[in-house]
């Protein structure tokens, strides 16, 4: 993965997340009542397609992560780093697995109010519901948090950038609709930043 692909997959990839909220918060939430359900469904595959291309950005924000973090450590910080990346790859798996079936759901329903009843269906499947709607998906955010707080640690990323993720990942996780708004753009800032410090020597460019 070159140098290039890592600071384009920081800036988009959070981009994307962000992109995916406003649709389905903004436009899903509080009109696919009222809509047509061609137009309910369009905003609900738009919202999901956003939520999708973010989950598959961030494996290679990932595998950039582990790589700042073990590059040049010890052994064990290169098992930690090592740990947390399949911790975080295995949470993305889980929430693309979740997009998969939430659009099937859509494709399938036929209507608004039929939505409930054939997620209920998906979830019925044992292991559905733990792998890919409980905690599995949330493992991806807590694995990157946990991978810039060692990079700060190992004095790799800036201090400043770990506290913004790591309050991001605080806020997304609270479960309250303003405060991962908040943290979703919170997380575009700290990534973002993270982006602009591998502009230069910090990540050099590894063989593809």
């Not at 790589?67 to 993305?92: C, D, F, I, N, Q």
Request: net charge positive; with cysteine.
């Amino acid at each position: 993965m070159t140098n290039r692909t890592a600071v384009a997959t920081l800036v988009a990839a959070p981009l994307l997340l962000l992109a995916g909220w406003a649709v389905m918060k903004l436009a899903w939430v509080p009109y696919s009542h009222s809509l047509p359900w061609t137009e309910a469904l369009a905003v609900w595959t738009a919202g999901h397609v956003f939520y999708l291309a973010a989950y598959v950005a961030f494996v290679p924000v990932i595998l950039t992560l582990g790589r700042l973090v073990s590059e040049g450590s010890g052994t064990g910080v290169k098992l930690a780093s090592g740990a947390l990346t399949a911790l975080s790859l295995v949470g993305v798996g889980g929430f693309v697995g979740q997009m998969v079936i939430d659009l099937a759901v859509g494709f399938q329903a036929g209507h608004r109010e039929a939505m409930s009843a054939v997620s209920a269906g998906f979830k019925a499947y044992p292991g559905v519901s733990v792998l890919f709607y409980g905690l599995v998906p949330s493992l991806y955010l807590a694995g990157i948090v946990l991978l810039v707080v060692l990079a700060a640690v190992l004095r790799r990323v800036g201090v400043a950038v770990a506290l913004a993720v790591l309050l991001s990942g605080v806020l997304i996780g609270s479960q309250d609709v303003a405060l991962m708004t908040a943290g979703t753009v919170g997380l575009c800032l700290g990534l973002g930043a993270l982006a602009l410090a591998l502009r230069g020597p910090a990540l050099s460019p590894s063989p593809s």
